[in-house]
């Protein structure tokens, strides 16, 4: 049997005018890893705030482990842990005194905040920097240390947002297989990304956001099947010239898109629409055939890149 | 007083700890040497001019000014705690975030630091009583009830100056209040001279501030001519500015992180 952990309906955000959040329905499973994903400005950080009651819901339903947000937050709060966007860690503290300082907030005796500690600091792979101050702690271990300290109250479910923004690639890979293994304890993740890849590695399920809307909905795989072609050819022509030479492509594939910097061809077989390129006797600069990813659902769905 | 106040207090504690040694100089050296320069520079002055005994109520100078001066290093010591700390919270460390996810509330972390500023006035007024029970001319039992005068004149100034700090959008405003609210009110705020030597006006702003009557049952303890009635009068004047403060600081933190 699954249990909704959250139930969103028509939940909307407004700050004056602004509406960040514009009537999505979410719901999400015990044990699922689900995605918001959507450009900087789509409403993820908002909804995330929202689902971590520290946000009014300005209109619709939100409800959290059957728990209303405004009557509950408290009780709420206590069964979820938090990474935000910008770490709030005491950065002139150690890093085994940020987790036993946060274990004192979720009323944890001191002895059993040590004993956690000590595991979440295996967990985080920060255990021999138990002592360093965590100003000098690279970005990644205090990612990671974020990540330790919102485990400390055992949450059935984590909200992560942009978990991994600004990271280098391999402590990126880092913290994702950690997710992965709190995924495979059974723990419940919720997280935003602007990352296609990060989506794709970590969300059984994802919603794509866009202007406080949600256009889509599905696993990543879903996704790309429901709206995308099976490869994506990519070609660049020479520097200001790919304007120009693009209605030359139509026809080939299903659908071509122009960006500023090069022109997808979408198509089954990417391999035979280059043929067919070359065939019209265009000369691109570069060509390169790969999978449809989220990216490309992504244009679909907007008309924009996520890094817009 | 919820648990999660104490909690709070706390972290503040653990932070504290880092820097206690810097600290230790504003807080417990500065009012000595105020004590040394104005009690024997000043007092050899004062006490001379034969006048100036019926001005002061009978007290050497130097057990006149000795009170004020413990005060005076709470209010300051507790505007202090309230600016730049309540700011790294909301916008620099934002530690204050952190704890809004937890089951604590903004009412945990206002009356928290409050508690956390208590102590630290409390402690900083017990080391400056201490040094003055040394001295024969202002040893008095009186300084024993003066440390919570003092705790409460601190929270007088720190929970509206944190109302004040939590609603900021930048840190430019703290030094305009060190020096048009605190450094004047330290000057002519009856510390160092009974406020009748200053004019009416001047002497009702002063009456305005907490201070003054933090100050006047000071020392009313140390020189043993405070009534019970006089002093709970004032020191409810007092009380209810940390209270104000400290109800505006909960709504504006609520607003602030819960938005």
Redesign the interface.
């Known amino acids: 049997m699954t249990e909704s952990l959250i139930v969103a309906r028509q939940l909307v955000k407004r700050f004056g005018e602004f509406t960040a959040v514009d009537g999505i329905d979410v719901e999400v499973q015990r044990g699922e890893a689900f995605g918001f994903l959507g450009p900087n400005g789509a409403g993820k950080s908002s909804t995330m705030r929202m689902i971590g009651c520290v946000s009014p819901v300005t209109s619709g339903s939100l409800r959290l482990f059957g728990l209303d947000p405004a009557t509950h937050g408290a009780q709420i709060r206590r069964r979820l842990g938090v990474v935000p966007q910008l770490d709030t860690l005491d950065t002139e503290l150690t890093v085994q005194e940020n987790l036993w300082l946060y274990g004192r907030y979720f009323d944890l005796s001191r002895s059993e905040a040590k004993r956690r500690a000590k595991e979440l600091l295996e967990f985080a792979q920060l255990a021999d920097r138990a002592d360093s101050i965590v100003d000098h702690l690279s970005g990644g271990m205090k990612r990671r240390l974020s990540i330790a300290r919102s485990l400390i109250n055992e949450p059935e479910m984590l909200l992560l947002d942009e978990p991994t923004t600004g990271l280098d690639p391999q402590a990126r890979h880092v913290l994702w297989d950690r997710l992965y293994r709190l995924k495979q304890q059974g723990v419940t993740l919720v997280l935003t990304t602007h990352y296609m890849d990060e989506a794709e590695q970590l969300c059984d399920r994802l919603v794509v956001m866009d202007q406080g809307k949600i256009v889509a909905e599905g696993s990543p795989r879903e996704l790309i099947d429901r709206y995308s072609t099976r490869e994506v050819l990519e070609l660049r022509f020479t520097a200001g010239t790919n304007e120009a030479l693009a209605p030359q492509v139509q026809g080939i594939g299903e659908r071509q898109e122009l960006l500023p910097d090069r022109v997808l061809v979408y198509a089954d077989d990417g391999e035979a629409a280059l043929a067919a390129t070359h065939a019209r006797g265009l000369q691109p600069e570069s060509a390169l055939v790969r999978r449809s990813s989220l990216e490309d659902v992504f244009l679909l769905l907007t008309g924009r890149t996520l890094a817009d | 007083m919820t648990?999660?106040a104490f909690?709070v207090a706390?972290?503040h504690l653990?932070?504290y700890r880092?820097l206690w040694r810097m600290n230790l100089l504003s807080s417990f050296v500065q009012p000595l040497m105020y004590l040394l320069g104005l009690g024997v520079g000043v007092g050899a002055l004062v006490d001379r001019n034969s006048a100036s005994g019926a001005t002061l109520g009978g007290a050497s100078y130097v057990a006149f000014v000795a009170p004020g001066l413990l005060i005076t290093a709470a209010m300051a010591l507790g505007a202090i705690e309230s600016m730049w700390s309540v700011m790294g919270g909301l916008k620099w460390?934002?530690?204050y975030?952190?704890?809004?996810?937890?089951?604590?509330?903004a009412r945990d972390i206002v009356l928290g630091h409050g508690v956390w500023i208590a102590v630290r006035c409390g402690l900083s007024a017990t080391a400056v009583a201490a040094a003055l029970a040394y001295f024969p001319d202002t040893r008095s039992w009186g300084l024993l009830p003066a440390v919570p005068v003092a705790m409460l004149v601190g929270l007088s100034f720190a929970m509206p100056i944190m109302a004040f700090s939590i609603n900021t959008e930048t840190d430019g405003a703290f030094a305009a209040i060190q020096r048009f609210v605190i450094i004047p009110l330290f000057l002519f705020g009856g510390a160092f001279y009974p406020l009748s030597q200053l004019p009416v006006g001047v002497q009702w702003i002063a009456k305005a501030a907490p201070l003054w009557h933090g100050v006047i049952v000071a020392r009313g303890f140390t020189t043993h001519s405070a009534g019970a009635l006089w002093a709970v009068g004032h020191l409810a004047y007092v009380v209810a500015f940390a209270f104000a403060g400290t109800t505006l600081a909960v709504r504006n933190l609520r607003r602030k992180?819960?938005?």
């Open positions: 648990t999660g909690r706390g972290w653990a932070l880092r460390q934002r530690g975030h952190g704890i809004a996810a937890t089951p604590l509330e992180l819960y938005s």
